[in-house]
């Protein structure tokens, strides 16, 4: 046994893809993202999962994340911004790229593949304007390059009810409707996975889902709710188990004093394994069945468990943090976050074991 474990069932991401596949209305195609090592689920076996399910199109944020894809059966799609070295190495890794400037557009070497990118009301990435954007794929046709996309980039898909959601996409279709006689290769694309699973008006030529391959609710609730199977488990197992009289402390600052005598296990991962230390006396673990709480300060390297006055905890047992029963939306909640920064936050320490 590691000290700790990220265990991924990828038969879990293959069925996620299928399951995804089968909610796209007639003609759209199943893109995946994984960018940020796949979400922390690693990047190229999630892709190869990935395409068992059904995807066509693979897309990350950076350029050194397509370098580490290899070569892919389809297309890999950069969706972040490229310095000039960049640009070279997601090139030379046979991607296409993102543009939303004239200027950068107009110096891509021919060939090169580009989605051009209109800021319906993200405010970050993006020409905000679309006679700006529209001049992006003038500058790719005259720069001898190909406009293989238009694409845009959703800010409250996973707000249901929000009317915003709507308003991203009326604008978005103003825009790329009439560009489509212009460029009928190019692929026209704005859902991430909440708005796959929301709305099929999104679904377009092309849809981009991140977290719901994982098995990871977009919405921030029930991945079951959704028929989505989480791929991902952390394991660790008790390294120590010993007495503490009532009134006695654990951990750094003494943030836990025992209130009767108890039993405190002592399992081997920390926040230096991407367990936050905001879960400090707010997160629980599975061990043979049973959930403890955690106590204590979270530590670099440990974190400790109260597991009760019987000594039915051992030396050795696995211990669950993610999965059995205790999902990344749970643990996202304790810490208010999302499940996306959960499963990303698991740190290289840690390895992936492959199922």
Known sequence: MERALARIDLAAI????????????????????????????????????????????????????????????????????????????ALRAGAEVTAWEPAFAGALPAGTRVHVKLDTGMGRLGARDPGEATAVTRSVQEA?????????????????????????????????GPLRSRFPGALVHIANSAATL????????????????????????????????????????????????????????????????????????????????????????????????LVGTVSMDNVTADVGPEPGVRTGDEVTLIGAGISAEEVARRLDTINYEITCGITARVPRVYG
């Open 14 to 89: 293959t069925r996620n893809c299928h399951r995804l596949e089968r909610e796209l209305r007639a003609g759209a195609m199943l893109g995946v993202v994984v960018k940020a090592d796949g979400y922390g689920h690693g990047a190229r076996e999630a892709a190869a999962a990935a395409l068992a399910g059904g995807a066509q199109r693979l897309f990350v944020a950076t350029a050194r994340e397509a370098q580490a894809l290899g070569e892919q059966p389809v297309a890999v799609v950069v969706m972040g911004a490229l310095t000039a070295g960049e640009l070279e190495i």
């Open 198 to 293: 929301r709305d099929p008006a999104a679904h377009l030529d092309l849809v981009r889902c991140g977290v719901a391959i994982y098995g990871l609710d977009p919405f921030q609730e029930d991945p079951a709710a959704r028929d989505l199977e989480p791929a991902l488990s952390l394991v660790s197992y008790v390294a120590a188990v010993k007495p503490l009289a009532a009134g006695q402390t654990v951990g750094y600052g003494r943030r836990f004093t025992t209130q009767r005598p108890t039993m405190i296990a002592t399992i081997p991962i920390g926040y230096g394994d991407g367990w936050r230390r905001g879960l400090t006396n707010d997160a629980d673990v599975v061990i043979d069945g049973t959930r403890y709480p």
């Open 144 to 176: 001898g390059a190909e406009v293989a996309g238009l694409m845009s980039h959703l800010a409250t898909a996973d707000e249901p009810g929000d009317t915003f959601f709507e308003e991203q996409l009326e604008r978005f279709l103003a825009w790329a």
